[in-house]
């Protein structure tokens, strides 16, 4: 058996760039994986499987793009500055290298930077910085040479079990630091010094701009927002109303520029290039005939407006994956050859990797070339089937359309299903969801997009910018086509069960699963394939019923979230209920009930919360809950009965009493309660005293916050909001029993939340901040942190340590904390790293060994 070079080539190069990109922390096992791979290839040559230079081959390609990735990995570094310049406001030269990301008053921008101006003399810097703008944001395009003050930050993620770890991501996508600005109208905040891009990509920017302009413009903000996602590839103007209901129809897909946008808009210009061609005069086609046929001067003519799509949507992965397997293909024609889908693909995957070897690590990467490939092999699949049917031409002939359109769209259903059931794992992972709704719903939206709206806002893009229109031509047939789409998606994803909400599978099983799918399709014949099938099958069904991730026998476990600069906990009880104090905050562009609450909930297959308390109503505490309420049933929420004129305070008002949740205002006179073998008492605010009640300044508010004490066995927890010196005091002066083994450290260990009496009461064996990094209040203060020091409590941080959970059983306390699991490079010297990073694979470590 000989190999075939094509198929086997790309995935050496992937299977190298990962190993590359994993070398820096497992040295030593990638080369002895180097090794094996060496003489496994001996082997097969050996066997007579594959040729020595194929062999080589082979072997020579999964050594580049290990080296590749290793390379690229170490471009990655920290942004080349004077260790002064990071210390504070940097006055930066540098130019815009991607396509800037709009927004309703922001925008997001990468910036190559190259000089750092200072009063004696300007330093050569380089480096990649994502920049934030807000305020008046002037038209920027790629080439763009300009000036801007900012302080530099190297990028930071939350660390929380499971959590997306944005640094990292920023990281791989090549950006050092990340900085912001805000711009005022008149002032020097940000300047725009020069252009020295490409004249392309500064057209293609400039019409993009326009096109965004005449967007808004023209359309409601909820129908401009879809149409310059699938248009511009723009997807700053999308509401959270309108990102909810695609993902929960399954169509999510449809809000970003990809292959299927790709490939039916060519379908569209193909047959139309095509018909125009046929309907051309007998004299003129009889020249052109010697030289080409209608079929290949309509693909050449199809090739170039695609690629100017796919350039104005931004070039993402999986647009260049498409625009390549459509090269491919054009050139197959042009050439009088039969297209190979599945060479495409492999060329797509061979020039991508080579040209961005961490590329595999896109989630855009994964989901575009998973489909792709699942639609190759199912199509490989069905070869047979179709060879072994004994209806000749003429029988074919006389189908009606009927018939046609009844065997395509069962073919698009199961392709549906196939497509599905391939990237699964994927988007459980990634969305804590299974978007089996898209099953259906995509025969439906999917045609709807390609074959009319996407053409129809093309048409519209070309009419506005030749005739120079400050508005949309064309709205007024692109709107009601929009606010259609809107009804048919939000009606599927009002369907029962249509947003059903998964823990993320381990890596371990999404790897079992895919295993479990080739060999099924390898014996798709016997009956090990059957049943290779059906674990698979099997193995979804457990995702989908995410059964609870329960503490150990008899133990509470505490998790203390890295909201940043807010609160978040999770209570787990030995009996199983469980009870959520804040959520975190929440902005326009970014709700750490969506980001941070919900998954760890969904992760631990949380459905209901029995008990949701709201310490006080402010935005790092509270902003967060609004989600959690609407996505989740909750048995009682618990409030310090104030309440404030504030949106994000409405929110939540509104959504409690549409889900109708029963809100309790609570104080220390209300009863104890009992939460699955665990005592919960109120301690704050004073029934007796309401200390500040009526006041909303800030420390009032912090001083009335809900005070809860929980006790497990012999252990007790303290959850202390945001309270100060003077309710710390009240409570040390009451007679209330406040001696607990972990303290919530209140209002982020800033130096007015520490009473040393009230310390003294409590005693802590553990003391936990949630605090953000490099917050501008200086949170924890040194005063705090002395205090705790003194009282001989362990100290840990959010921003340092993560999320931090605490479980309390038979055995005492066990702290484990979420930067135990991530993987450290291996230094020289470190020769322990490696095993200790094997251990973090296997398991979180704990708080000692961090």
């Known amino acids: 058996m000989h190999w075939r070079p094509l198929p086997v080539l790309p995935v050496a190069l992937l299977l190298g760039a990962l190993a590359g990109s994993a070398a820096a922390y497992l040295p030593v096992s990638i080369s002895i994986v180097a090794v094996l791979v060496l003489g496994v290839l001996f082997l097969c040559c050996r066997a007579g499987c594959c040729s020595p230079f194929f062999s080589c081959l082979i072997f020579g390609v999964f050594l580049a793009g290990g080296i590749s990735a290793i390379l690229t990995d170490a471009r990655t570094g920290r942004l080349s500055m004077p260790a002064t310049a990071e210390n504070g406001k940097a006055d930066l030269i540098g130019e815009i290298v991607e396509p800037v990301r709009y927004g ?47 302080i ?15 640094a990292e991501h920023l990281r791989r996508s090549g950006i050092q630091a990340v900085g912001a600005v805000t711009i005022h109208e008149g002032t020097g905040d940000l300047q725009i010094l020069t252009h020295r891009g490409s004249p392309v990509m500064g057209a293609v920017d400039g019409w993009r701009r326009r096109l965004r302009e005449a967007a808004l413009r023209s359309l409601p903000s909820q129908e401009a927002g879809i149409y310059l996602a699938l248009i511009t590839g723009e997807t700053g103007y999308l509401t959270a109303f309108i990102r909810d209901i695609f993902m929960a129809s399954g169509t999510t897909h449809i809000l970003s520029i990809s292959g299927s946008h790709l490939g039916l808009i060519s379908i569209v210009i193909f047959w139309a290039a095509r018909r125009v061609i046929l309907a051309l005069p007998t004299a003129w086609l009889l020249p052109l005939s010697l030289r080409a046929t209608a079929t290949m001067l309509a693909t050449f003519m199809t090739i170039v407006p695609v690629t100017l799509y796919a350039l104005l949507g931004g070039a993402e992965v999986a647009t260049v994956r498409s625009l390549v397997m459509l090269g491919i293909f054009v050139g197959a024609i042009l050439a009088g050859r039969e297209p190979h889908l599945g060479n495409a693909l492999s060329m797509a995957v ?20 998973l489909s792709v490939l699942a639609i190759v092999l199912f199509v490989f ?50 969305f804590n969801q299974l978007p089996w709704m898209g099953v259906f719903s995509n025969l439906l939206i999917v045609p709807l997009v390609g074959f009319a709206i996407v053409p129809l806002g093309l048409l519209a893009c070309v009419a506005t910018l030749v005739s120079g229109s400050e508005g949309l031509v064309g709205a007024l047939i692109l709107q009601p086509c929009l606010e259609g789409l809107v009804w048919m998606v939000h009606g599927f994803a009002a369907l029962p069960g249509a947003e059903w909400r998964v823990a993320s599978p381990g890596m371990w099983q999404i790897m079992v699963f895919y295993v479990l799918l080739i060999f099924a399709f390898i014996f798709r014949e016997s009956w090990r394939g059957r049943v290779s099938f059906l674990c698979a099958l099997g193995l979804l069904s457990l995702w989908a019923i995410s059964l609870r991730d329960l503490p150990e026998q008899g133990a509470a476990r505490i998790t203390f979230m890295d909201v940043g600069q807010g609160d978040a906990a999770l209570v787990e009880t030995p009996g199983g209920q469980t009870m959520l104090i804040d959520g975190g905050g929440a902005s326009e562009t970014f709700d750490l009930g969506r980001a941070v ?87 704050n605010p004073r029934g007796t005293s309401p200390m500040g009640l009526r006041s909303t300044d800030g420390k009032a508010l912090n001083n009335a916050s809900v005070v809860v004490q929980l006790i497990c066995g012999q252990t007790g927890f303290l959850f202390t909001g945001d309270m ?42 553990l003391a936990v901040i949630s605090v953000g990094g490099g917050n501008s209040y200086g949170h924890p203060h040194s005063a705090t942190l002395n205090a705790y020091e003194r009282l001989g409590a362990a100290v840990v941080r959010t921003d340092r340590h993560g999320a931090v959970t605490v479980s309390s059983g038979p055995s005492g306390l066990t702290i484990v904390c979420e930067t135990g699991s991530r993987l450290r490079r291996v230094k020289p010297g470190q020769g322990d790293m490696e095993g200790r990073n094997f251990s973090r694979l296997l398991g979180r470590m704990s708080c000692r060994d961090v």
């Open 152 to 166: 530099i930050r190297p990028p930071h993620a939350l660390r929380n079990p499971a959590g997306f770890d944005y």
């Open 381 to 430: 699949s069905r070869r047979p089937l179709e060879r072994g049917e004994d209806e000749d031409a003429n029988v074919r002939s006389r189908r009606s359309v009927t018939d046609g359109l009844r065997e395509g769209t069962w073919e698009l259903f199961l392709v549906g299903i196939v497509v599905s059931l391939v990237t699964a794992p994927l988007v459980a992972w990634h």
């Open 597 to 683: 609450v919900a998954p760890l909930l969904w992760n631990r297959g949380i459905r209901h919360l029995d008990v949701v308390i709201a310490t006080h109503p402010q935005l790092d505490h509270i902003g967060g809950l609004a989600f959690i309420a609407k996505h989740f049933e909750v048995g009682e929420f618990w409030t310090n009965g104030m309440t404030r004129p504030l949106s994000f305070v409405t929110a939540l008002e509104e959504t409690l009493e549409e889900r109708h949740v029963p809100v309790t205002s609570v104080s220390d006179l209300h009863p104890q309660r009992s939460l699955g073998g665990c005592s919960v008492t109120v301690l």
């Open 104 to 150: 309703p008053g922001r925008a997001s921008a990468t910036v190559s930077v190259h000089t750092l101006l200072t009063t004696g003399r300007d330093i050569p810097v380089h480096g990649r910085i994502k920049l934030s703008l807000r305020g008046d944001v002037p038209p920027l395009i790629v080439g763009d040479l300009i000036r801007f003050q900012t």
């Open 350 to 369: 061979l020039l991508i990797v080579a040209w961005s070897p961490l590329a595999p690590f896109d989630l855009s990467f994964q989901l575009s070339f």
């Open 724 to 765: 100060e010196r003077e309710a710390e005091a009240a409570l040390a002066r009451s007679s209330a029993a406040l001696n607990s083994a972990v303290i919530k450290v209140p209002h982020h260990g800033s130096r007015g939340a520490v009473h040393e009496e009230f310390l003294g009461s409590v005693r802590p064996r």
